[in-house]
């Protein structure tokens, strides 16, 4: 009864304060950062510098909806991408993935229900259509409620064409749309001689020679036209570098596919995969560039669990390179946190700062069949208690309890998967940082409703004082920390 009344004492303040809605649960907030969960991965390959998924709007809210048709007389198949302009990113296009369209083969092409419009977010709104065949770009304001937007090509729509005769399969087709500003939007993966809008696009190519080597080609800022409509690719801009990539004897682990991450000005890039092709791949041929990573993705044949395996930054500038990867070999879990004193029920981000690596560098992550991630878990440990500590990692995020102090050793263990990962161990403190951040914030002996009112004038702040759990800022956790001493 008395937590009820702490969690609603503190909910009325803020609401009160204007600072958050009283149908927020600040029990409810403090519980859920304890879910071992993690949304899934998606095919369409996002950056690993866009982890902490600024480009994601999360929110339960139903909008309104605007429906679109796309014609397209071939109807094999359609995929349609929602996107906004970001000012948190510096207005690049960031992709909602609340907004999920409904799409629906009706007579000579594709109906595309967008529900959950929320114009607080964007007054303007850039959906990306692509079949096969041909693609679409189009903007959905406000006023286009309860409308059908119509698309089909116009005079600027024109075949595109490839010149890549060293290659026996053109795998995939993928184009980038880039607008007066330079910014990217993912237009889709195409055929070659599909049709699409004149204008500038950045270019992936993904294929296979006669030998069974593979390509993951780009180029930037291709002008396209009806008068400059073939993309041509030379070798001379290409390097190739040599797989040795071994997989262990005791699994049925399988390559599955090949994804090159963070070419320079592409936000997105894509799987290089074939059934036919992949598992016998001996080299792969890039444009010259750097690369954060190349990421090669290991399954097994039941799909239960994937390994996506990250070699570090590799350089392609004609020089000989070679990737090798041992597959499951001294696989060894590693904790690099730039502090190791902490405060109760502080919350830390260490994405970045822990991970499974093998010797050779190459980093894991290891999902299961729906693409969810598992990140581990870390256990505190020393002679004064009974069992370990559990805490569970979620969004790479770990949050201390707020009734523990002391010194511990943190083990971070991730013992999900049939490859074997030895775990990683160093000595922390918690709540002996010297900071002198208390709940009784006015020093009068009392923890009372006099510190929370306090607290909550300095919400959002840096404010030291009120800074409970050191993370920087004040906010819900340093009220929830108050809370359990009112």
């Known amino acids: 009864m008395k937590k009820n009344l702490i969690v609603l004492s503190v909910c009325m303040l803020l609401a009160f304060m204007g600072l958050i809605q009283v149908s927020q649960d600040i029990a409810l907030a403090e519980e859920s950062i304890h879910v071992d969960s993690k949304d899934g991965g998606s095919k369409i390959i996002k950056l690993p510098s866009d982890r902490d998924q600024t480009d994601r709007k999360m929110m339960d809210i139903t909008g309104d909806t605007v429906t679109i048709f796309a014609e397209d007389p071939l109807q094999d198949w359609a995929v349609a991408e929602v996107f906004y302009m970001d000012p948190d990113w510096d207005n690049n296009y960031g992709c909602c993935w609340d907004i999920e369209p409904l799409i629906e083969e009706v007579d000579g092409g594709w109906n595309i229900t967008l529900n959950d419009l929320d114009w607080s977010m964007a007054d303007t709104y850039y959906v990306s259509i692509s079949t096969g065949h041909r693609i679409y770009q189009t903007e959905v304001t406000a006023a286009q409620v309860g409308q059908q937007i119509n698309l089909a090509p116009d005079d600027t729509y024109f075949n595109v064409e490839i010149d890549a005769s060293f290659m026996e399969n053109i795998e995939e087709l993928v184009l980038h749309y880039i607008d007066d500003a330079g910014h990217e ?214 949050t201390f309890p707020a009734d523990v102090t002391g010194t511990f050793d943190m083990t971070y263990r991730v013992e999900d998967g049939p490859l074997s990962i030895a775990p990683a161990t160093v000595q922390i403190s918690i709540g002996d940082s010297g900071s002198g951040a208390t709940s009784d914030i006015n020093g009068d002996g009392y923890v009372n409703i006099d510190d929370l009112s306090y607290m909550a004038g300095f919400y959002g702040t840096n404010d030291v004082d009120c800074d409970l759990n050191s993370d920087g800022i004040v906010d819900l956790y340093d009220l929830v920390m108050m809370s359990k001493n009112l």
């Open 185 to 398: 939007m993912s237009a889709g993966d195409l055929e070659a001689g599909a049709l699409i809008p004149a204008g500038t696009y950045h270019v992936q190519l993904n294929g296979w020679d006669a030998s069974g080597n593979g390509y993951c080609l780009f180029k930037r800022n291709v002008q396209l036209s009806a008068a400059q409509k073939v993309i041509s690719f030379s070798q001379d801009n290409m390097e190739k570098v040599t797989l040795n990539l071994t997989l262990p004897a005791d699994t049925s682990l399988n390559l599955n596919a090949i994804i090159p991450y963070h070419v320079n000005d592409f936000y997105t890039t894509y799987y290089l995969e074939d059934d036919e092709h992949i598992n016998i791949i001996q080299s792969l041929y890039l444009t010259k560039d750097t690369y954060e990573h190349i990421g090669f993705e290991f399954n097994t044949p039941d799909n239960q669990w994937l390994y996506e395996i990250q070699s570090p930054q590799l350089i392609v500038d004609g020089s000989a390179s070679t990737i090798s990867i041992d597959v499951g070999a001294d696989l060894q879990a590693s904790i690099d946190l730039e502090s190791l004193t902490f405060q109760p029920g502080q919350t830390i981000d260490t994405w970045g700062d822990i991970g499974v690596f093998d010797g050779d560098g190459n980093q894991y992550f290891i999902y299961d069949a729906d693409w969810n991630e598992f990140e581990g878990m870390m256990e505190l440990n020393n002679s004064t208690l009974t069992e370990p500590i559990i805490l569970p990692i979620m969004y790479s995020t770990i």
